[in-house]
């Protein structure tokens, strides 16, 4: 099944454009789901059934990167546990490269950071059961001005990864031609798929031109956002814009609002649950973003919390979405497999407050007795709740529910 982004925009999108005006019409129904419909669409490669889980350079070390930190990374994914929970990607992002190609044109590895090479790293990698991500840009420089961009060397630098055995490309939007993202993308796109290797093609224009209309025939995931930052304020406001874009989303094409940065200091432990909390909600890719060699135990206690892991990682796939706010008073919610439900109470004011969600807004009949699991505390609030559910909630902090009608 070989498409250009066109074919699949009217194949893919276009219904799913009609599908949504037609939903957006209605009140939010999450039994209902459309959606599903839709899960048979795998891009050709096959991959990211589920968002894709792993860690990233960028959000703690951006250009500080070597070797020896991504084997140590993949060393301490392993041994923290955190690999077997599904975090498998091991993802370099910029400045790997030297700042010239070779004679023959190719992006060679920075010889004083990466002296062993890439391959030799993904035969690392690999050999402890995970995969080797890495970053170029659609540009002729990457983003930190270090090393060259793949515009116009697509299909050497697509077969150069192959060859090396990369799985995952990140790929960026800093100094290109000004010519459309759509068709700078879909360029890389065809040019994975020619390589004879599953490469996992995630989009990192920024947003910029609404990928999710149009990337999603030819790339795994696209960022829905500007950069993420170790901020409250960042955190908030990533969610909210990929919020906007949640039907597009889907087993193998998901958004994408940023990496995570949980455990890089700058958010209190809450904040950092509600991040996780919300992201894991949203099916965005987990991406650790902090130094797993040193990762505290408050950090692993949120990142290895299972119960939120699987309703990252449902089958369903189906993103879960902000359906009420009102004074920082948020309910975010979506269907899982097996007809449950997730929620999330999620207060963005300054104090502690109650927060009511009803069994008719998400979707369940209100007289249905409901066990309620809350996931955070790992224990069962109700196994017979009727109309609502009410918690009171710190500021800033948020609960996270799963409810299955008895
Ligand atoms: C939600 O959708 C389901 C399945 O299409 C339907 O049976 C149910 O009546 C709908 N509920 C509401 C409240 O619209
Ligand atoms: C962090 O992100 C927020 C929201 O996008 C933005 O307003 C702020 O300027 C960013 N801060 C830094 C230091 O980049
Ligand atoms: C979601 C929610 O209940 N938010 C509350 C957080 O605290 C402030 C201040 O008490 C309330 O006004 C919000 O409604």
């Excluded at 990533?238 to 919020?243: G, L």
């Amino acid at each position: 099944m070989v498409m250009n982004w066109r074919v699949g925009f009217v194949i893919f999108i276009f219904p799913l454009i009609i599908l949504c005006i037609s939903k957006a019409t209605r009140a939010a129904n999450l039994s209902s789901n459309a959606h599903h419909d839709y899960t048979q669409f795998l891009l050709v490669n096959g991959l990211a059934r589920t968002p894709p889980m792993g860690w990233n350079s960028w959000n703690h070390f951006y250009c500080g990167i070597d070797e020896r930190i991504v084997k140590a990374t993949a060393d301490a994914l392993v041994s923290t546990g955190l690999a077997a929970l599904g975090y498998k990607y091991v993802n370099i992002d910029d400045c790997w490269a030297e700042g010239n190609r070779d004679g023959s044109g190719n992006l060679v590895a920075k010889s004083s950071t990466f002296p062993s090479g890439i391959k030799a790293l993904a035969n690392y990698v690999h050999a402890r059961g995970l995969k080797l991500g890495i970053y170029s840009d659609a540009g002729y420089k990457t983003c930190s001005k270090s090393m060259p961009g793949s515009l116009g060397h697509e299909d050497q630098d697509a077969r150069t990864f192959a060859e090396w055995g990369v799985d995952y490309l990140k790929y960026d939007n800093c100094y290109h031609d000004g010519s459309k993202p759509q068709e700078r993308y879909a360029r890389m796109g065809s040019a994975l798929r020619k390589v004879g290797r599953p490469i996992l093609y995630s989009v990192c224009d920024w947003g910029q031109e609404n990928p999710a209309q149009w990337a999603s025939s030819f790339a795994n995931a696209w960022r829905t956002t500007g950069d993420i930052n170790d901020t409250w304020g960042s955190i908030t406001s990533n969610a909210d814009s990929n919020n906007i874009w949640g039907r597009y989303g889907g087993p193998g094409r998901w958004n994408d609002p940023d990496m995570l940065e949980v455990g890089n200091g700058g958010m209190s432990l809450e904040e950092y649950r509600s991040h996780f909390s919300i992201w894991a909600l949203m099916k965005a890719p987990l991406l650790i973003g902090c130094d797993i060699r040193s990762v505290s135990r408050q950090t692993l206690m949120l990142l290895r919390n299972k119960e939120v892991i699987d309703v990252n990682q449902d089958p369903l796939g189906v993103q879960g979405r902000k359906i009420r706010s009102k004074a920082g008073l948020e309910i975010w919610a979506g269907p899982l497999s097996g007809k449950r439900v997730v929620v999330v109470l999620w207060n963005r004011s300054l104090s502690r407050a109650p927060i009511t969600v009803g069994w008719r807004e998400v979707g369940l009949s209100p007289s249905t007795g409901v066990i309620v699991r809350d996931l955070w505390t790992h224990s069962f609030v109700s196994r017979s709740l009727r109309f609502r559910l009410t918690a009171n909630v710190a500021s800033h902090a948020c609960k996270m529910y799963i409810l299955t009608t008895i």
